[in-house]
């Protein structure tokens, strides 16, 4: 059985990873979707957990997580990269490889609702398809703090020349 924080702190790399095309691409040459345990130590792998480290929080054997990478994501990044000539000689080199290739993010993905606050409001008020172009137009709404919260009462200042 999976720990959920596991599996919260391996969905981290998303915000860093283009998962989603990744997954197909590996699927591409896997011949068929990847499972959710490659899912699980790909994405342990791109966190920069070695495989004892994957082996450990999944509370598995180091020696049958290791012969499942083999197997799986090192063979499949290896054929999808067309490094199938080049030995593997470290787990770090996955990301390196697949970050070279354009899998991951040059500036983190974050979901819209954790940048903005709970009381911001974002309205589509039209969607149209121009050009093969998907436009949304919307109002978004961010609250501020009120002017009077902003300023601040400024100290006075002693007139020492009346002294």
């Given amino acids: 059985m999976l720990n959920n924080?596991?599996?919260?702190?391996?969905?981290?790399?998303?915000?860093?990873?283009?998962?989603?095309?990744?997954?197909?691409?590996?699927?591409?040459?896997?011949?068929?979707?990847?499972?959710?345990?490659?899912?699980?130590?790909?994405?342990?792998?791109l966190n920069g957990c070695s495989p004892s480290d994957i082996a450990e929080r999944l509370d598995k054997n180091l020696r049958g997580v290791e012969t499942d990478l083999c197997a799986t994501i090192?063979?499949?990044?290896?054929?999808?990269?067309?490094?199938?000539?080049?030995?593997?000689?470290?787990?770090?080199?996955?990301?390196?490889?697949?970050?070279?290739?354009?899998?991951k993010y040059k500036h983190p993905q974050m979901p819209v609702n954790q940048l903005l606050t709970d009381k911001s409001i974002v309205n589509i008020t039209n969607i149209n398809i121009e050009n093969n172009h998907i436009i949304f137009q919307f109002n978004l709404k961010i609250p501020t703090l009120d002017v009077t919260d902003l300023s601040e009462e400024k100290p006075e200042i002693e007139d020492n020349n009346n002294n």
């Fill in 5 to 45: 924080n596991i599996s919260e702190d391996f969905n981290s790399v998303s915000q860093f990873w283009d998962l989603e095309t990744l997954y197909v691409d590996l699927a591409s040459v896997k011949g068929k979707h990847l499972t959710p345990i490659e899912k699980l130590h790909l994405r342990g792998l």
């Fill in 74 to 103: 090192y063979k499949y990044v290896k054929y999808l990269l067309d490094k199938s000539n080049e030995k593997l000689e470290n787990w770090r080199k996955i990301a390196e490889w697949l970050d070279e290739s354009g899998y």
